[in-house]
């Protein structure tokens, strides 16, 4: 697994073409910017408290001593291959500088902006936990959405994967 986050992995493409015709400017032009993201995260964390070593009134505790009587408290585990499909902006202009008299110009256009979400996971995160098998809840209708739906339990025998009851579960392509 690679080690280093690459949240600023995006590639920007453009072009502009500028056509003279009379007293007429054209500009046609269009851009799009990459957006990818990929970052593992990974951590153990074991916590420590003075309710570990309290006495049977609720006092006296002590954090260093719950560590050494290795009393924990509290543990988190996270290990997951964050990474997310090609997705970016896209865009495209039309522009017109019309000279209309020697004292007076006019400049008018149109633009379109698409925002292409990238998709989350990837096919190489298959069975690891955050991957491309990772779903969303829909909390407008109850269901939670999967872009790429893992095997049954039955079948992998570790997450993620599809519980025997699949009733709420929605798979998308």
Partial sequence: MQHT??????????????KLKGS???KFGADY???RFSSPISYDQLGFS??????TNGK??????????GAVNNA????????TRLGGLFSAFFQ???KATSKLTLNYGLRYDLTLIPPYGTVDTIGQQGGIETGDPDYSNGTYVLQY????????????????SRSMLTATP
Avoid: M
Avoid at 60 to 69: E, P, V
Avoid at 149 to 164: E, L, Y
């Fill in 60 to 69: 006296g505790g002590f954090g260093l001593a719950s560590l050494l009587l």
């Fill in 96 to 98: 017109d500088s019309w």
């Fill in 5 to 18: 986050p690459q949240a600023t992995d995006n590639y920007q493409y453009s072009a502009t073409l500028t």
């Fill in 24 to 26: 007429h400017t054209f």
């Fill in 149 to 164: 739906p893992p095997p049954p339990c039955s079948v992998r025998k570790v997450a993620p994967c599809i519980p025997a």
């Fill in 76 to 83: 988190n585990r996270r290990d997951v291959n964050e990474k």
């Fill in 33 to 35: 910017i990459t957006s």
């Fill in 50 to 55: 003075t309710t570990q070593t309290n006495d």
